[in-house]
């Protein structure tokens, strides 16, 4: 079994900062990719951010500047800093961690149960 759990979210005023976390638990044997995806009412998940093992990074257009994704690979944990947040920020945030469970299969991915970020004044 693996488990991820979000923490972090909440009500913002715009141009405050939010940190997400991500913790990965269970029987894992290897994470490679990590992320954050996110969805606003109405709309599509999209992905805001994601790290490879290395440390590589990608970002959206839209939060390219304000957000930062990082990793602490000692503790299967993924964060992502998010300054100068807007409204248009608001969404369900969803941690995606690509990993291989112990057992033998293959890499898969798993989703986090989401938590909600509200940017309004």
């Known amino acids: 079994q693996v488990q991820l759990v979000e923490s972090g979210g909440g009500l913002v005023q715009p141009g405050g900062s939010l940190r997400l976390s991500c913790a990965a638990s269970g029987s894992i044997a290897s994470i490679n990719n990590m992320g954050w995806y996110r969805q606003a009412p109405g709309k599509q998940r999209e992905l805001a951010a994601d790290?490879?093992?290395?440390?590589?990074?990608n970002y959206a257009d839209s939060v390219r500047g304000r957000f930062t994704i990082s990793r602490d690979n000692s503790k299967n944990t993924v964060y992502l800093q998010m300054n100068s947040l807007k409204p248009e920020d608001t969404a369900v945030y969803f941690c995606?961690?690509?990993?291989?469970?112990w057992g033998g299969g293959v890499y898969r991915d798993y989703w986090g149960q989401g938590i909600q970020v509200t940017v309004s004044s």
């Open positions: 790290i490879t093992s290395s440390g590589r990074t």
């Open positions: 995606n961690v690509y990993l291989l469970p």
